[in-house]
């Protein structure tokens, strides 16, 4: 499967839309998360109101047509109902808002409550299923639940990030396939996706370690995407992302250093970020003299 991408801005209409109706509705009720190593998640939320059927409806944004799961929600004691929603159902990749449905009445947005999501950091999945499947719930701008999920076949997960005076070197782990001798990561320039540069990568079973230098970036001003072709040419691209932990945005969290040096074209900066997606990158920019 292909890794979904979405440019650096995240639209959020679905979010703007309930904020514009909040005031003609009641409290919302608040719903705590907790996360399970298999990739699976618990719903606990407060008691909705007299009910006889309740679903917690989760809705992923912007699609066409719209897609939706329903999960049954069950007492749970303390008032609370309870939704589980295991690993083996399945979730496409994006970011999926979270009501609470009572009774075939109008969905309503659930705030976050508290989220136990220990067992996600340093997560590390067998793979043997072929592919990653991640779900992150987190709050939205606007205070709501969401639940951002990824699904990776196969994953490159980025690891440890060293960055020097040259470039950067970029640790990780596959799942899903494995890598051979002519395995190398391809920096692929957004704007001009024919402008590619490439780096040898050094592999030791599924982990592997690839250096990329700036210098071979410069005269590309903008966002280089980062790509993991695990048997060279006669295999898969694989994205190279951050994903097997408890942080959904990684971009505002995970920062890097720039380094300053001379393109081409006169001064630039140059570092790595993590985008909207969790996906790696390298920014490449133009310095003001």
Known sequence: MTAVSTQDTIGSRDDAREAERGHEQAPAPRADCIADSAGGLTFDVTDPGETDTAHLLL????????????????????GRLRAALPSSVELAEGRWNA????????PRRLMPGV?????????????????????????????????????????????????????????GRVYGTEL???????AV????????????????????????????????????????????????????????????DKKPIFTYPVTALEGPDGPIEAGPYYTNDNDLAVRVRAVAV
């Open 99 to 106: 009501y609470a449905l009572v009774d075939g009445g109008e």
């Open 115 to 171: 989220n136990d999501l220990r067992l996600l950091v340093d997560r590390a999945p067998s793979g043997s299923r072929g592919h990653v499947s991640v779900r992150i719930p987190y709050a939205t701008k606007q205070g709501n639940l969401s639940v951002r999920a990824w699904v990776r076949a196969p994953h490159a997960e980025a690891g440890e990030l060293r960055i020097t005076d040259a470039g950067c070197t970029a640790h």
């Open 59 to 78: 809705r992923l944004r912007d699609s066409d047509p719209v897609a939706e799961v329903r999960l049954p929600l069950t007492p749970a004691g303390d």
């Open 180 to 186: 051979s001798p002519h395995a190398r990561v391809e």
């Open 189 to 248: 320039f957004r704007k001009e996706p024919e402008r590619v540069v490439r780096a040898d990568v050094t592999a030791r079973g599924p982990e592997f370690e690839v250096t990329l230098r700036y210098d071979d970036l410069a005269a590309g001003r903008g966002p280089w995407d980062l790509w993991l072709l695990p048997r060279g040419d006669g295999g898969p691209r694989v994205r190279l992302a951050r994903l097997l932990d408890d942080v959904a």
